[in-house]
């Protein structure tokens, strides 16, 4: 098949990417090496061109944030009126318009089977509908959740959140790689969704050397450091820690999300900071070698889809210490694969984090080969349930 997917990101030169991008990596590169025709439309602040990346056809499409007279004007009275609030809502809607020029420009030299978006930045909300193929949007996310989860208010972010709604009502067919997800959207929104487990498989194999060193034992918590993904409950349930085993040390591994939730972070670590060791985003490489290290991975998210840092933990065989009610628990198996804390309880976080430190639990990784869940993410099982959803009555 010729497949095309819409996306704000996608993976960079040098391998590195968020989320998203590491997904699409994947199920592209999957795609490509059983045989299929894959192109890739990335809204880019860069030039536009194309590549080729891992056998899959990459078009950068220059977004031009206000590139009329009229268009500027109603930018500039916006951001004058309501500063930042409304740059989400204006990146969105120039997302979905030069990604639907590029697309329909495309289509009328090749036609494809499958046109896929994601829902971050809105990127198919414009997509023009075709009866020969189906656009499918995939959602990686839920922004109200998570513009709720991060503590952002405002008509901009309510905004975002009606975009996206638009978009996906506006799609084929709607799909999320987690049920808690799917539960949302069908039962908050009335959209019927499908759960379609991403492919699952390491980028890299890990660095036989490090650049850096790294304490003697500790755990790992690594991606980005926001408080949808439990960094600020994890910075609370450290002092904790600390009160009952002072030798406990921690490596992050990523960015912050901003400076206001590193800032409090810092403050949350207090004297015992130096028991925390920063060591900024890493390539895959380098990242697996230090998780593989790790006593356990610390992953805490308040809500989440199905995050590849816990992925990729279990699949370097370190158990992880999740949270229920955040798509993790669809993940992880408490006291097999791991250890599951109530959502936002530092308390209970913490609890978690001295059981597995203490040796308290038996971990046994390796039964994530007899999970479900990780069975429809076997490369060649994800990649047959996507291509199914070409067919209207598939059940995926």
């Not at 500027?72 to 809502?89: I, T």
């Not at 996310?141 to 309510?158: E, T």
């Not at 492919?199 to 790294?214: E, I």
């Not at 901003?258 to 060791?277: H, M």
Request: charged fraction near 20%.
């Amino acid at each position: 098949m010729r497949i095309a997917f819409l996306t704000n990101e996608f993976i960079t030169a040098t391998g590195t990417s968020g989320g998203l991008g590491t997904y699409l990596g994947r199920i592209t590169r999957a795609l490509c090496e059983a045989g299929h025709a894959v192109e890739v439309f990335v809204a880019s602040a860069g030039p536009a061109g194309t590549a080729t990346v891992n056998g899959v056809l990459v078009h950068s499409v220059k977004i031009i944030a206000a590139d009329s007279f009229m268009r500027k004007a109603v930018n500039w009275v916006l951001v004058r009126l309501f500063g930042n609030l409304w740059s989400g809502p204006a990146a969105s809607l120039n997302n979905a318009w030069y990604l639907s020029r590029a697309l329909d420009a495309r289509e009328r030299q090749a036609c494809f089977d499958i046109v896929q978006s994601t829902n971050c930045g809105c990127c198919g909300l414009l997509v023009r509908r075709r009866t020969e193929r189906p656009h499918v949007m995939r959602m990686s996310s839920k922004r109200d959740l998570w513009f709720a989860a991060d503590g952002k208010k405002g008509a901009g972010f309510r905004l975002m959140s009606f975009l996206e709604k638009t978009a996906a009502k506006r799609a084929d067919r709607v799909y999320a790689p987690s049920s808690f997800l799917a539960r949302e959207f069908t039962n908050q929104w009335g959209i019927h969704t499908d759960v379609l487990r991403p492919p699952a498989f390491l980028d890299a194999q890990p660095a036989a050397v490090l650049p850096f060193s790294l304490p003697g034992r500790f755990m790992i918590h690594f991606g980005s450091f926001a408080p949808r993904k439990g960094s600020l409950v994890l910075a609370h349930a450290l002092p904790i820690v600390w009160q009952q085993a002072p030798d406990f040390s921690m490596v992050w591994c990523g960015t912050f999300a901003d400076a206001a939730t590193q800032q409090e972070c810092a403050r949350l670590f207090g004297p015992q900071a130096s028991r925390i060791t920063l060591i900024g985003a890493q390539e895959k490489a380098v990242l697996y070698a230090v998780v593989r290290k790790a006593v356990a991975a610390v992953l805490p998210s308040r809500v989440d889809n199905l995050p590849n840092t816990v992925i990729e933990s279990l699949l370097l065989d370190v158990p992880v210490i999740g949270t229920y009610g955040s798509s993790i628990d669809e993940l992880v198996q408490d006291q097999a694969t791991g250890l599951l804390a109530a959502n936002g309880s530092a308390e209970d976080l913490a609890a978690a984090i001295l059981r597995a430190w203490r040796g308290h639990s038996v971990f046994n990784v390796s039964a994530i080969s007899r999970s479900t869940v990780f069975a429809r993410m076997r490369p060649e099982a994800a990649i047959d349930n996507f291509l199914r959803l070409r067919f209207e009555d598939a059940s995926v």
